[in-house]
């Protein structure tokens, strides 16, 4: 999810956006699925039109991240190694808990002002 502002346009027929602050949100795949395994990390990102979804790419500890749309997984977490998950900061209770009930579907829900403002003072 971009954090700030960013220019949308179009390439040929394809939608794409300029770069910018994007929040990702991982987990780290030798653990469980958890509020305990719950991370954010903001890195510059451009998304670009593939089929019917936005896709980019992101660096962290040396490994590209390949994101796609909200959150990086569609609005969902993303599962990346210990050394990816290493990188990000642990997002508070309250907001794992509102991203889980937040009714996003393939996209953010009703937790996404408050993500927003949390990337923001903490990135």
Not at 36 to 63: C, K, P, S, T, Y
């Amino acid at each position: 999810m971009y954090i700030e502002p960013t220019t949308t346009y179009y390439k040929g027929t394809s939608q794409c956006t300029k770069r910018a602050r994007f929040l990702l949100l991982v987990e780290d795949e030798n653990r469980p699925s958890g509020p305990d395994n719950f991370r954010g990390i903001v890195r510059m990102v451009a998304l670009e039109q593939l089929g019917h979804w936005m896709m980019g790419r992101a660096r962290v500890a040396g490994e590209t991240i390949i994101v796609s749309g909200s959150y990086g997984a569609d609005g969902l977490v993303k599962s990346e190694s210990t050394a990816v998950y290493n990188k990000g900061t642990d997002v508070p209770r309250e907001l794992y808990d509102a991203w889980n009930k937040g009714g996003g579907w393939n996209g953010v829900g009703s937790e996404a002002e408050a993500m927003r403002k949390w990337a923001l003072e903490n990135f």
